[in-house]
């Protein structure tokens, strides 16, 4: 007989891992002990030596389906047991991580469709591998008391199932049932209760039938919700919610009615049926209103996540609208009061619920490409996480990421926390949201930041915050932050050729950088090539007013478009001629900004309504059958696309759409092998589906290593993490020089 003490961390907690630990001792014949505490979970075993060998391989290879094992240690004990105990959870210091939350597990669905169990219909059913975590938790240890779930007290059978080692809501912290937990009801944007329970379900079917728009509260936040097949509804949300063409997800039942509405290959139905139900884009068929996603191929679909959202297509048989209810570029909203102060001129009426969100999370959104998943977004399901690192330095520092499409990262001491995506930081209430993340990070894990690591733009919100506060803020490139992200998911050191495409970064220059090659490692970079800069036409406002870019670059390689600039005010064309002639402005070279102007010349395109609509459409022609490329020639390091632009003046658009990203892939293949480097893509060109499959293609079939993000975005969502890597390079070279100094 022996007495060994365990120690588990990772994603051990609110996962059913105490339990599943209670089972294996009982199946082993093991006696001892096991807890949580704030580092992760505890265990004391009593028992002979073949039985504890067993015991520790089980831990490794029968893990319950939400937990992660990041480190696992094993010291000797001399404590002996009689049983075996699960006890009470002890406090240590704070790194177990905080959880996102997780849509129904198929345990859970199947009760719910069950009408002898009593949890029939239940609107918020969940067990130990679904249900809310990070929205409902107030701090660590996670335990009912520290969730919004303390309000609501137990039923005698909810609260026997709770304490039940051998049930798999044993410390599901959320448990409830119809009797105990929290309720729904229907309400009106002036606090009046119509309807509550499942006549506040069966009502709010009934309005979403006659083309009501509601407000309904789901896991992580509201969503707002209509019928997708009801053109006038979809028509008064664009109207309502001035979103003139930005395409909405479509919410189904489950993948059969999905079916119905979207082409989906066998890689998108299992992430589609994943515990993270993400919104998945596919391409969509016919029996879809075209006004869902305007002049594009494809849709987003993700799939129920929740009893309550099951429960409404119990009632129904069309599939749902359902996007973030916020106000454009704002943080999604969270509870009642917010919904009737921001979007009573846009909801009929409001599905609320009383189980609170103190912290609300965005639907995660992903595509696959070559059978390779690639995030849009990182929110439910994914974020928050932490990430055990191969990193040991010890310190403290903070990564605050870019200002679009913001995600901040932390590292404490090998430990790397990776925030849920927060949005657009030049929106004040979204600025809000990421201050207010960060201290909650900094007050659940007791954190004190010994630096900053910030974008090099010198005007970021959040830069100057932290400057002012008087932090040391570091500040690295953009688009080497793109590369470095990628390189850090993919373990790579050494000399590697990053492609940096996107739509805006600060250089080293001042100029707009975003069509950047780099040889590169974690020490540095060099750019070796770049897209020809043209004038940046209006600053800012040229992103919208597309057309702007497209006149630049006829202007700078001296193409005549007169059919093109017949489409266009003659006045404002004749003012972007003397604004150009005097050569006022900045100049850029991103690639996702001549994505934009290749996009107008082709499409007749004069403004855009939301980000990358113009590429999207673009790549809603391409055509694989097509054998054509056009040209990008190279000297000097510059990159000239003028051969781009004068051909897609003669071809017919999909013939253009298809020569353009045919043509950018194989610019990427010639530039590898001439590097003869492994080749890192980042950045948010590389969302573009068609340029990746063909990129992907052309550097297989030359037997080109390449690296993609892997559980990051391509977009700047990643920049964090790239700021992570360089934050720990940084602190590498100050621990080499403390020592060479040392020895001097």
Request: contains cysteine.
């Amino acid at each position: 007989m022996k007495s060994l003490k365990i120690e588990v961390k990772g994603l051990v907690q609110g996962v059913g891992f105490r339990p599943f630990i209670y089972l294996l001792a009982s199946k082993f014949s093991i006696f001892g002990e096991v807890f949580n505490d704030s580092s992760g979970v505890k265990i004391e075993i009593y028992a002979d030596d073949l039985s504890c060998d067993k015991f520790i391989q089980a831990i490794r290879d029968e893990l319950p389906p939400l937990a992660r094992i990041d480190e696992l240690s094993i010291a000797p004990s001399q404590r002996k047991f009689s049983e075996f105990k699960i006890i009470t959870s002890k406090d240590a210091q704070k790194i177990a991580p905080i959880l996102p939350d997780f849509a129904i597990c198929d345990e859970c669905k199947s009760e719910f469709y069950d009408p002898r169990n009593r949890r029939y219909h239940h609107p918020f059913i969940n067990c130990t591998n679904c249900g809310p975590r990070f929205s409902i938790i107030r701090s660590l240890p996670y335990d009912r008391q520290n969730t919004t779930m303390a309000k609501f007290k137990m039923c005698d059978e909810c609260q026997n199932e709770y304490e039940n080692p051998l049930n798999r809501r044993y410390h599901a912290q959320p448990v409830a049932c119809n009797e105990c937990g929290a309720k729904v009801s229907l309400k009106s944007l002036d606090n009046e209760i119509k309807f509550s329970d499942f006549e506040a379900i069966n009502e709010c079917v009934r309005e979403l039938k006659n083309g009501k728009i509601i407000a309904i509260k789901g896991i992580g936040g509201f969503h707002l919700v209509c019928n997708a097949l009801n053109e006038t509804a979809i028509n008064s949300l664009r109207s309502r919610k001035n979103r003139p063409h930005k395409p909405f997800a479509l919410m189904c039942k489950d993948e059969i009615m999905a079916s119905n509405f979207a082409e989906f290959s066998q890689s998108e139905l299992k992430l589609l049926n994943s515990n993270i139900k993400p919104i998945v884009l596919v391409k969509k068929n016919r029996n879809l209103p075209e006004i869902l996603a305007p002049n594009l191929d494809k849709v987003g679909i993700f799939l129920a996540p929740t009893s309550l959202h099951l429960l409404l297509f119990e009632y129904t048989h069309f599939p749902l609208i359902a996007t973030s209810a916020n106000i454009s570029g704002e943080p999604i909203i969270k509870n009642y009061d917010e919904v009737c102060l921001k979007l009573k001129n846009i909801a009929d009426l409001v599905l609320d619920n009383d189980r609170d969100i103190l912290n609300p999370s965005d639907d995660s959104i992903a595509f696959v490409c070559d059978g390779k998943t690639q995030w849009l977004r990182t929110s439910r399901g994914i974020k928050p996480k932490i990430i055990k690192s191969k990193f040991s330095q010890k310190s403290c520092f903070l990564a605050i990421g870019s200002e679009l499409k913001n995600e901040f990262a932390i590292y404490k001491d090998g430990l790397i926390f990776s925030s849920p995506y927060i949005g657009d930081l030049k929106n004040t209430a979204t600025f809000e949201r990421f201050l207010s993340l960060v201290d909650m990070f900094k007050s659940v894990y007791e954190l004190e930041f010994d630096f900053v690591v910030a974008d090099l733009h010198p005007y970021f919100l959040h830069t100057k915050h932290f400057e002012k506060l008087g932090f040391k803020v570091r500040k690295v490139q953009h688009h080497y932050a793109h590369v470095l992200s990628v390189m850090f998911e993919n373990d790579l050191q050494g000399e590697v050729l990053g492609f940096g495409f996107d739509g805006t970064g600060y250089g080293d220059d001042a100029s707009i950088w975003g069509g950047e090659v780099f040889l590169a490692d974690e020490n540095g970079y060099e750019r070796v090539a770049k897209f020809d800069p043209f004038l940046l036409v209006g600053g800012d406002n040229a992103i919208k007013n597309i057309y702007h870019l497209t006149y630049a670059i006829l202007k700078k390689y001296q193409i005549s478009a007169p059919k093109w600039e017949a489409k266009f005010d003659k006045i404002k064309l004749a003012n972007l001629s003397k604004i150009i002639s005097k050569n006022i402005g900045v100049q850029t070279n991103s690639l996702g900004r001549i994505f934009d102007a290749f996009a107008s010349l082709v499409l007749g395109i004069e403004t855009i309504s939301y980000d990358a609509q113009a590429a999207m459409e673009l790549e809603s022609l391409y055509d694989e059958s097509l054998d054509i490329a056009y040209k990008f020639d190279i000297e000097n390091g510059i990159i000239n696309y003028k051969n781009a632009f004068l051909n897609a003046l003669a071809d017919e658009p999909k013939v253009a759409a298809t020569g353009f990203i045919n043509g950018i892939a194989d610019l990427i293949l010639e530039l590898a092998l001439h590097h003869k480097k492994p080749v890192v893509l980042g950045g948010g060109v590389f969302q573009n589906r068609a340029l990746l499959s063909k990129t992907i293609s052309n550097l297989e079939k030359n037997s080109i290593k390449y690296y993609l993000p892997k559980d990051e975005p391509a977009n700047d969502s990643a920049i964090a993490m790239g700021q992570i890597y360089y934050g720990l390079k940084f602190l590498s070279y100050n621990q080499k020089q403390k020592i060479r100094n040392h020895n001097e």
